[in-house]
């Protein structure tokens, strides 16, 4: 009988330029660096279609022409286009075949997976209030004693820390 494991997923959600991608960078390098399998899915939070790779080559040409889904492979290397709009859980379940050990979500604030989330601005506390499932907050102003009676806080400057708690969360779930 086969068993079911489930890939860990961890959300960071926070305003723009609250260092959402930095601190993803830097997760997904020191899992890597310790032989973790990651994954990463972004929400392109800055409206329109994100930009394209190579407008001009025949992978393109062949969404352009109508396929909603098309590949390009070399070196290696495989690029996926999915013209269909998925949500976030298929997406997820996509990821299921690839046999990662994480996930790592950069966005969805409304998901209903585990969540950091970036403070970098007083008001920026709202987002405390808007979402679910918190799982530790990194901020880069001092926060009340009430939030960190509430929630793990971290300065953004304790990556160490942070990092620490999100790795262990990564091993925790695989055993």
Not at 57 to 83: F, P, T
Not at 116 to 136: G, P, S, Y
């Amino acid at each position: 009988m086969a068993v079911d494991v489930v890939t860990p997923i961890l959300q960071i959600v926070g305003y723009q330029n609250s260092g959402k991608t930095t601190v993803g960078e830097k997760l997904i390098t020191k899992l890597t660096n310790d032989g973790v399998r990651v994954g990463t899915i972004k929400h392109h939070g800055h409206g329109g279609v994100p930009e394209r790779f190579d407008t001009d080559k025949d992978s393109y040409r062949h969404r352009k022409a109508g396929a909603v889904v098309s590949a390009v492979e070399g070196a290696g290397e495989l690029q996926v286009h999915i013209l269909k709009g998925l949500k976030l859980e298929e997406m997820v379940n996509l990821y299921g075949q690839f046999d990662l050990d994480f996930i790592l979500i950069e966005g969805y604030k409304k998901a209903p997976y585990r969540k950091v989330v970036m403070i970098r601005e007083e008001k920026d506390q709202e987002l405390l209030l808007k979402v679910n499932n918190i799982f530790a907050v990194i901020s880069w102003i001092p926060l009340s004693k009430e939030v960190e009676n509430q929630y793990k806080v971290f300065s953004i400057e304790r990556e160490d820390d942070y990092l620490t708690l999100f790795t262990s969360l990564v091993r925790e779930c695989h055993g």
